[in-house]
């Protein structure tokens, strides 16, 4: 589809050549055109009265209003003949024979009402005779990440500012002649709203993250976060997990270490978006990270491999000391939150279910999280009813996530979970909706403590954005961030993390977590 292009002046007003009419406020007339249904992603709401709506189209910068229901797009023109601007390009994108010109009278008092709103919304600046310049391509793009942000951010200060005044002088004052210098004009619009996890992706960075939504990637199966998130520290990054197998877990990076360095660059400054890519690479090429471990700093050389993001593990264990009548127990690992991941484990658990199980016990140990709504689905499972998390902005709760249990597979079995610190977003959301509907009993360690959510948007040019777009309360209106889950009894670290080890370990009278086989198994 064509963009749209036009001029504007400093008072930021842009109109359509075809919809110019001069005082048309004046004559009590709004001069209306049906748009293709299609082009609407160009408009935006900007107030609604009764059952019309103020819009901007493309670029933001023409305001009409349109009526819903019927999707009669109206312009608004207040100014003189001489402050009218061209749009040369709109008749390419409008599908002009399929439009009609209709008129539609409104009271003079509505009018100038919704001009005023318009021209203050647009810009907040007096209409002047400042010549036009043209919105080129780059600008457009520049827009496209403005209005993105503008609808999803959950932050409706965004940091303190006026967000249309950013517009009106980034459209101004920043160099948009080229791609790269318009990804850093983007870059540092994101950067006013001072929040790490939103964040500008140019095309193959957004590609990366979308595959790690997948089912595999190439890396060396780390996860990691801000060391912000618990103790207020700024040195280095945190792993929140390592991919069990994989290259980091196998040279005994765990949850908790610090990365102070990757191929001998700094990670004090770095964010983990940054760290990601430097970490992921060619299958079999080299990276050396410089990992703190308490007190101990070791130099690690790694090789990259693909790795698999099979997000779930299953067995049976049988509980200790019982013979051959003791109770079965469902074992599940979760590892990620992938697309995958809510038909996997629904799986495990109706197939544990017909092998007579007896209880459950989902692991969610160094699960950093993923997409938003696996977890949701995964709750499902196991609650016959209830809230699952509340999704809150600056306003408050903004939209409640429940069951009825009609996707229900397991809701009167016994269930464990099991957390730690590598527990985060995504796994905390089960975790709390479990927990606070009184489904499970939670065992391990307070959790990592990630209470805000991101959806991922993609630009016209393949780039993307990361936008942070609520924060999520549990069941109980916990809100978890930097703070975590707080387990319902502790449990050793020394419990291992993968299947079969842990069923090994809760019939072995020498190990730690035998010690623990009679509160586990009670459940």
């Given at each position: 589809?064509?963009?749209?292009?036009?001029?504007?002046?400093?008072?930021?007003?842009?109109?359509?050549?075809?919809?110019?009419?001069?005082?048309?406020?004046?004559?009590?007339?709004?001069?209306?055109?049906?748009?293709?249904?299609?082009?609407?992603?160009?408009?935006?709401?900007?107030?609604?009265?009764?059952?019309?709506?103020?819009?901007?189209?493309?670029?933001?910068?023409?305001?009409?209003?349109?009526?819903?229901?019927?999707?009669?797009?109206?312009?608004?023109?207040?100014?003189?003949?001489?402050?009218?601007?061209?749009?040369?390009?709109?008749?390419?994108?409008?599908?002009?024979?399929?439009?009609?010109?209709?008129?539609?009278?409104?009271?003079?008092?509505?009018?100038?009402?919704?001009?005023?709103?318009?021209?203050?919304?647009?810009?907040?600046?007096?209409?002047?005779?400042?010549?036009?310049?043209?919105l080129t391509e780059e600008n457009l793009l520049f827009l496209e990440a403005w209005r993105t942000i503008d609808r999803a951010y959950v932050d409706k200060t965004f940091n303190g500012q006026s967000w249309f005044r950013y517009r009106e002088n980034a459209l101004r004052n920043e160099p948009m002649t080229s791609r790269a210098e318009t990804y850093t004009a983007i870059?540092?619009?994101?950067?006013?709203?001072?929040?790490?996890?939103?964040?500008?992706?140019?095309?193959?960075?957004?590609?990366?993250?979308?595959?790690?939504?997948?089912?595999?990637?190439?890396?060396?199966?780390?996860?990691?976060?801000?060391?912000?998130?618990?103790?207020?520290?700024?040195?280095?990054?945190?792993?929140?997990?390592?991919?069990?197998?994989?290259?980091?877990?196998?040279?005994?990076?765990?949850?908790?270490?610090?990365?102070?360095?990757?191929?001998?660059?700094?990670?004090?400054?770095?964010?983990?978006?940054?760290?990601?890519?430097?970490?992921?690479?060619?299958?079999?090429?080299?990276?050396?990270?410089?990992?703190?471990?308490?007190?101990?700093?070791?130099?690690?050389?790694?090789?990259?491999?693909?790795?698999?993001?099979?997000?779930?593990?299953?067995?049976?264990?049988?509980?200790?000391?019982?013979?051959?009548?003791?109770?079965?127990?469902?074992?599940?690992?979760?590892?990620?939150?992938?697309?995958?991941?809510?038909?996997?484990?629904?799986?495990?658990?109706?197939?544990?279910?017909?092998?007579?199980?007896?209880?459950?016990?989902?692991?969610?140990?160094?699960?950093?999280?993923?997409?938003?709504?696996?977890?949701?689905?995964?709750?499902?499972?196991?609650?016959?009813?209830?809230?699952?998390?509340?999704?809150?902005?600056?306003?408050?709760?903004?939209?409640?996530?429940?069951?009825?249990?009609?996707?229900?597979?397991?809701?009167?079995?016994?269930?464990?979970?099991?957390?730690?610190?590598?527990?985060?977003?995504?796994?905390?959301?089960?975790?709390?909706?479990?927990?606070?509907?009184?489904?499970?009993?939670?065992?391990?360690?307070?959790?990592?403590?990630?209470?805000?959510?991101?959806?991922?948007?993609?630009?016209?040019?393949?780039?993307?954005?990361?936008?942070?777009?609520?924060?999520?309360?549990?069941?109980?209106?916990?809100?978890?961030?930097?703070?975590?889950?707080?387990?319902?009894?502790?449990?050793?670290?020394?419990?291992?993390?993968?299947?079969?080890?842990?069923?090994?370990?809760?019939?072995?009278?020498?190990?730690?977590?035998?010690?623990?086989?009679?509160?586990?198994?009670?459940?």
């Amino acid at each position: 589809m064509e963009r749209v292009l036009g001029t504007f002046t400093s008072s930021g007003s842009l109109f359509p050549q075809s919809f110019i009419t001069s005082n048309a406020c004046k004559r009590q007339t709004i001069y209306s055109q049906v748009l293709p249904w299609k082009h609407h992603q160009f408009l935006r709401p900007i107030e609604k009265t009764g059952s019309l709506v103020a819009l901007c189209c493309g670029n933001k910068f023409s305001c009409y209003k349109i009526e819903a229901q019927r999707r009669i797009l109206c312009l608004h023109s207040a100014l003189k003949a001489n402050e009218v601007f061209k749009l040369k390009e709109c008749s390419k994108i409008w599908n002009q024979s399929s439009v009609t010109t209709i008129s539609r009278s409104f009271p003079f008092s509505f009018c100038r009402m919704v001009v005023g709103v318009v021209l203050a919304v647009t810009f907040g600046a007096a209409v002047s005779n400042t010549p036009a310049w043209a919105l080129t391509e780059e600008n457009l793009l520049f827009l496209e990440a403005w209005r993105t942000i503008d609808r999803a951010y959950v932050d409706k200060t965004f940091n303190g500012q006026s967000w249309f005044r950013y517009r009106e002088n980034a459209l101004r004052n920043e160099p948009m002649t080229s791609r790269a210098e318009t990804y850093t004009a983007i870059r540092k619009m994101v950067a006013t709203l001072d929040d790490p996890f939103t964040r500008f992706l140019e095309p193959e960075r957004f590609k990366s993250l979308r595959s790690g939504t997948q089912n595999a990637l190439t890396g060396v199966g780390l996860s990691i976060g801000y060391p912000t998130g618990k103790d207020g520290s700024s040195t280095g990054l945190v792993v929140i997990s390592a991919a069990l197998g994989g290259p980091a877990d196998r040279a005994g990076i765990s949850p908790g270490d610090v990365i102070l360095a990757i191929d001998d660059q700094s990670t004090e400054n770095m964010t983990i978006y940054d760290a990601a890519d430097r970490l992921q690479g060619a299958d079999g090429s080299r990276v050396e990270l410089t990992v703190q471990q308490g007190v101990e700093t070791r130099n690690l050389q790694l090789i990259r491999e693909r790795i698999s993001l099979n997000p779930v593990k299953s067995r049976i264990c049988k509980a200790p000391d019982s013979g051959e009548e003791a109770p079965r127990v469902g074992y599940i690992k979760l590892t990620a939150f992938n697309r995958n991941a809510s038909g996997a484990v629904k799986q495990a658990v109706e197939s544990l279910r017909k092998d007579n199980v007896n209880a459950f016990i989902l692991d969610l140990r160094d699960n950093s999280g993923g997409l938003f709504p696996e977890g949701i689905e995964i709750a499902k499972i196991w609650l016959d009813k209830g809230v699952i998390v509340y999704i809150c902005d600056s306003r408050g709760v903004r939209d409640i996530y429940d069951t009825d249990g009609s996707n229900a597979v397991a809701t009167s079995e016994p269930l464990v979970v099991l957390v730690n610190k590598g527990t985060a977003s995504a796994s905390e959301i089960l975790a709390g909706a479990l927990k606070d509907n009184k489904r499970a009993v939670l065992y391990g360690e307070p959790t990592f403590g990630k209470g805000k959510i991101q959806s991922v948007f993609e630009l016209s040019d393949g780039s993307g954005l990361a936008v942070t777009v609520a924060r999520y309360e549990t069941p109980a209106h916990t809100d978890i961030d930097k703070v975590g889950i707080i387990p319902d009894h502790r449990l050793p670290a020394s419990f291992p993390k993968d299947d079969e080890s842990f069923c090994g370990c809760l019939q072995d009278p020498a190990s730690a977590c035998y010690l623990n086989r009679v509160e586990l198994f009670s459940r």
